[in-house]
């Protein structure tokens, strides 16, 4: 069983209202931070917070916009996402107001803490990672992965997983990352998913060119994912 409701909390220059989920009972297996799309903070991340929660993790879906804004139309969603942007300060503090609220919210999960983002999110996750933030794990699904400020200070391990078709992560973006990762010694895997575009892990993505949910690669993309927090917060399993 598990427990989620709204949280309001502050950050930055904006009254967030993100969506918190943890297990009814029993010791949180560790905290995890969701970034969502562009749009903003909608069903999708709300339904994959609560299903870390019944996994045993605490889990903050975050609202960079404030307010809990949504974005119902592309060219909105855009410009909201070129404002945050355009402000890098004050991206990372709305994201580590999150991460704040978060270790607040659940208490014991302040040792064993990661981010997974989608989209937009996605690069906003890594870019925390990049930042320097405490986070023993990253997860990037179809988000893009240019980097503003290098690989050295990432503390933890990093999952990408992006499709071969997906028209905002092109494949010199993909050798890029690797390069990135590879020259600062990083832990990393990255999960390419031939024939599959952006968005691929949200069944109400938009109709769009170069989008498309796909059903085989988002379970495979959570499974790989759950993997990944598991090698953080308990024993796997060892290899035959």
């Not at 794990?137 to 980097?147: E, K, N, P, Q």
């Not at 071969?164 to 992560?169: G, H, M, Q, S, T």
Request: include cysteine.
């Amino acid at each position: 069983m598990t427990v989620g409701h709204d949280l309001h909390y502050t950050a930055g220059s904006v009254e967030a209202c993100g969506y918190y989920a943890q297990p009814q009972s029993g010791a949180v297996r560790g905290g995890v931070l969701l970034v969502h799309e562009a749009p903003g903070l909608g069903a999708h991340l709300r339904r994959r917070a609560d299903a870390l929660a019944a996994l045993g993790y605490a889990a903050l879906a975050v609202d960079l916009h404030g307010g809990g804004r949504f974005a119902a139309h592309p060219p909105e969603a855009r410009q909201l996402v070129e404002a945050l942007k355009a402000d890098p300060a004050e991206l990372m503090v709305r994201l580590q107001s999150g991460l704040d609220a978060l270790v607040q919210q659940s208490g014991g999960a302040a040792g064993n803490l990661a981010a997974a983002g989608y989209c937009f999110g996605g690069w906003c996750a890594l870019e925390l990672a990049r930042a320097g933030a405490p986070l023993r794990s990253v997860s990037v699904f179809h988000g893009a992965l240019a980097s503003t400020r290098g690989a050295s200070q990432i503390a933890g391990s990093v999952l990408v997983c992006t499709g071969d078709a997906d028209p905002f992560v092109p494949a010199e973006q993909i050798a890029g990352f690797t390069a990135e990762m590879a020259a600062a010694k990083i832990d990393f895997q990255l999960c390419l998913y031939g024939g599959v575009g952006h968005g691929f892990t949200d069944r109400d993505v938009p109709d769009l060119p170069g989008f498309g949910y796909d059903g085989r690669a988002d379970r495979r993309a959570w499974q790989s994912f759950v993997f990944q927090l598991a090698e953080h917060s308990a024993d796997p399993g060892r290899a035959a």
